[in-house]
Each structure stands twice: as structure tokens, then as C-alpha cells.
């Protein structure tokens, strides 16, 4: 079935770099793309960005363009998203997710969600 | 603030009908298909709806979406105690080139 499997919780300063990885198995990666969502304490799901999983082409949410780099092994069928320049209100949970190329994104299939604490 | 306007909250009793809103513009809604999405804090969102109206199999059929001109709306029919949930749409954005918006979600209590 298909699974989208992320890397562990992590405890990052603020000013630092945070790398979380999503491994997908049960489809065919290069098919689909790879969204990145991202939910703070109390806050709403927010869209970081997206990569597709064929042509490595991507898209990120003007407020974070800045800041995040999304990228995609093809061979490992993994997606990674890169955050820099932490700040103490990008502690949330991230989550990677499956979508579609088109004219509909239809986020079908999500990861477990990786943890993010900044402290200092 | 999201550019896709949903009501903080509903509610509902079992058994009741409760529809959400998504309110947006001619870039997104008004151009783009738009999905909902059920998040129970702690799990993984799920798609509910998808090209304004359709259901992925396994959402039961109580989950109905529509779309009319730059707003769309969630129906949940026959409410439910595991429908307490966090509810968002989203569209795609023409003006933002290729960017996905979500809603600021809706938060349904079930009394």
C-alpha cells in the first residue's frame, strides 16, 4: 500500500537548519508530486511547497521561497525539505504528502508527520 | 490570515446536517477545483473531497462537496461523534503562480 514514511523529531536552535526527509514505497514516485504542509500549536494546516516527483520541478509558498529548498532523489524515492534560519515560531508538526500533477492537487496520501521543536 | 475564508467553527448535533464554507476569489475557487480535507489533531489529514464534489473511495457518502462561483462548500449529512474534526479546503491560486492555498480551517464540534 502506499506509505509516505518521514524522518524522526528533531530539536533545532533558532538560526539553525532543519532537514525532513519523506520516503514513499507503493507507487511509482516519478508519477506524482510531493507537497509539503505544516501545522503550528493552534494554528491551521499552512502549504510550504511542492516538488514533482518526475521532472523535479517545484513550487514554494512566497513565504517561506526564502527559506526552504525542497529536493527529490528519484532513485530513493524520497522527497526532503530543507528549512533555514529557524525561528521559534517554526516549531510545528511537517508533514509530507502525495498529490497530483494537473489541474487538481488532490493530496491523497500523507505522511506521519515529523515533530520540529526550536529551542534555544 | 488565509485568502481562503472558512468559519472557525461549527456545530452540530448527531444525526444533524452541517455544511462548512469556503469563501475565495476568481483566482482560486473561481478558476480551480477545491478540495477538503478532515484533520484530527495528531493523526495524518485526510482527503475527503476532490474536484469540488468527488468522493476518494472509503469517505462514506454522508460527505458531500459543491462549488458555486468563488465559494465552495463541505455538507456532512447524518453528523456523527467521529466527525469532530478540523475541516479545510483548499484551491490553487492563479495568481500566485502554481501556489496552494488552504483555509484557515473550520473546527466541528459534534454536541
Known amino acids: 500500500q502506499v506509505q509516505l514514511a518521514q524522518s524522526g523529531a528533531e530539536v533545532k536552535k533558532p538560526g539553525a537548519t532543519v532537514r525532513v526527509s519523506c520516503k514513499a514505497s507503493?507507487?511509482?514516485?516519478?508519477?506524482?508530486?510531493i507537497h509539503w504542509v505544516r501545522q503550528a500549536p493552534g494554528r491551521g494546516l499552512e502549504w510550504m511547497g511542492w516538488?514533482?516527483?518526475?521532472?523535479?520541478?517545484?513550487k514554494y509558498s512566497q513565504k517561506f521561497e526564502d527559506r526552504v529548498t525542497i529536493t527529490s532523489d528519484t532513485s530513493a524515492s524520497t522527497a526532503y525539505m530543507d528549512l533555514s534560519r529557524l525561528r521559534f515560531d517554526d516549531a510545528a508538526v511537517y508533514f509530507c504528502a502525495r498529490g497530483y500533477s494537473g489541474d487538481d492537487p488532490k493530496i491523497d496520501q500523507w505522511g506521519q508527520g515529523t515533530l520540529v521543536t526550536v529551542s534555544s | 490570515q488565509s485568502v481562503l475564508t472558512q468559519p472557525p467553527s461549527a456545530s452540530g448535533t448527531p444525526g444533524q446536517r452541517v455544511t462548512i464554507s469556503c469563501s475565495g476569489s476568481k483566482s482560486n475557487i473561481g478558476r480551480n477545483y477545491v478540495d477538503w480535507y478532515q484533520h484530527v489533531p495528531g493523526t495524518a489529514p485526510k482527503l475527503l473531497i476532490y474536484r469540488n464534489n468527488q468522493r476518494p473511495s472509503g469517505v462514506p457518502d454522508r460527505f458531500s462537496g459543491s462549488k458555486s462561483g468563488t465559494s465552495a462548500s463541505l455538507a456532512i449529512g447524518g453528523l456523527r461523534s467521529e466527525d469532530e474534526a478540523d475541516y479545510y479546503c483548499?484551491?490553487?491560486?492563479?495568481?500566485?503562480?502554481?501556489?496552494?492555498?488552504f483555509g484557515g480551517g473550520t473546527n466541528l464540534t459534534v454536541l
Open positions: 507503493g507507487y511509482t514516485f516519478s508519477s506524482y508530486t
Open positions: 516538488i514533482s516527483g518526475g521532472n523535479g520541478n517545484r
Open positions: 483548499a484551491a490553487w491560486d492563479d495568481s500566485l503562480n502554481g501556489r496552494l492555498l
